[in-house]
């Protein structure tokens, strides 16, 4: 076994703090389904980060398991991917709290993330909600992952997690992988549909498809979409965000390039092109929103997975933290 070619690892993780979105699909999980046969692939369901805003107890709860359900609609095989509960294997809060040691208070400050966060909760800005990329740093040097699928907005998050291994090999020989972040060509910022200014997010409920979205309200809110007042529809960032949003959304839900979706749409308007965008995403949504629905009805098959999932997951970390904790000096048990 051990002269086996290993495969490359990889780790990712979705906040189980609101309902899925198109931005998370087309950011994240669309990667993750395409890469699960090339690469051994840990994804789990990141509770232990969604605390660090306020949540409902029972929403939390019904989410997380909910997001196994839609991991595996949207195509990720139980039987080819180990998938887990974050808050289910210990070891990740163990080496976030070592990781803090190693991480400067002035990096933590410099993340944007936070930076916003801390603006949209003024009210509870927590020591979680600042050390919260320690957190992400732990979850994916336990495993050793080499790749991390995220959207760009993640990027950072998985530098400053490099920086962290980096430090910490430096002063005790190598002991993490360096992780690389792996974000879409397409689709890797999806903007909001009422706002193409900021980022399709969870917690904006007009602006975002959200997966389990009826074919109806998908089509009512692309049909509010916010575009300009030309009339062609052509990808133009600067000066047409959100037609070159509603562009971007379409190749990613139908696989075209960029050239041929302005070919589909060459010498038509807005009228035309807004429901033919929805109908791409409704057409792409329908299969998942539909096994998802089954997958939530069936807990003990949800149960069974995320348990096993967290059995593996805790033999792998585990490797990883006995290593951690002998080398800064920890007595053996
Ligand atoms: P919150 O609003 O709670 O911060 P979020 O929707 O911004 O959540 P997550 O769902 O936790 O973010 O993100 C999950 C994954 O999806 C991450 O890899 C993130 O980069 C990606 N992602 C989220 N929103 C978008 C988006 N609008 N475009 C592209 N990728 C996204
Ligand atoms: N911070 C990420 C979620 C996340 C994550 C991770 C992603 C937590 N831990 C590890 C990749 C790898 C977010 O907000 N989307």
Known sequence: MENEIRKKRIFSGIQPSGELTLGSYMGAIKSW?????????????????????????????????????????????????????????????????????????????????????????????????????????????LYQADLVPVGADQKQHVELTRDIAQRFNG????????????????????????NPANKMSKSDPDGCVYLMDKPEDIRRKFKRAVTDSETAVKFDKENKPGVSNLLTIYCAATGKTMEEAEADFAGQGYGVFKPAVADAVVELLRPIREESERLIA????????????????????????????????????
């Open 171 to 194: 002063v005790y020989s190598d002991t993490f992988t360096l992780p690389e972040p792996f974000i879409p060509k397409m689709g890797a910022r999806v903007m909001s549909l009422g």
């Open 33 to 141: 389904v395409d890469l699960q046969d090339e690469y051994d692939c840990i994804y789990c369901i990141v509770d232990m980060h969604a605390i660090t805003v306020r949540q409902n107890p029972a929403e939390l709860r019904r989410r997380s398991v909910a997001q196994l359900a839609q991991y595996i609609a949207c195509g990720l095989d139980p039987q080819k991917n180990i998938m887990f509960i974050q808050s289910h294997v210990p070891q990740h809060a163990e080496l976030a709290w070592i990781l803090g040691c190693y991480t400067q208070f002035g990096e933590l400050s410099r993340m944007t993330q936070f930076k916003q966060k801390s603006q949209q909760h003024a009210d509870n800005i927590t020591a979680g909600l600042f050390t919260y990329p320690v957190l992400m740093a732990a979850d994916i040097l």
């Open 298 to 333: 069936d807990k003990a098959y949800l149960e069974g997975i995320y348990r096993e999932g967290a059995q593996h997951a805790q033999y792998l970390a585990n490797k990883t933290l006995a290593k951690v904790q002998r080398k800064i000096g920890f007595a053996a048990r």
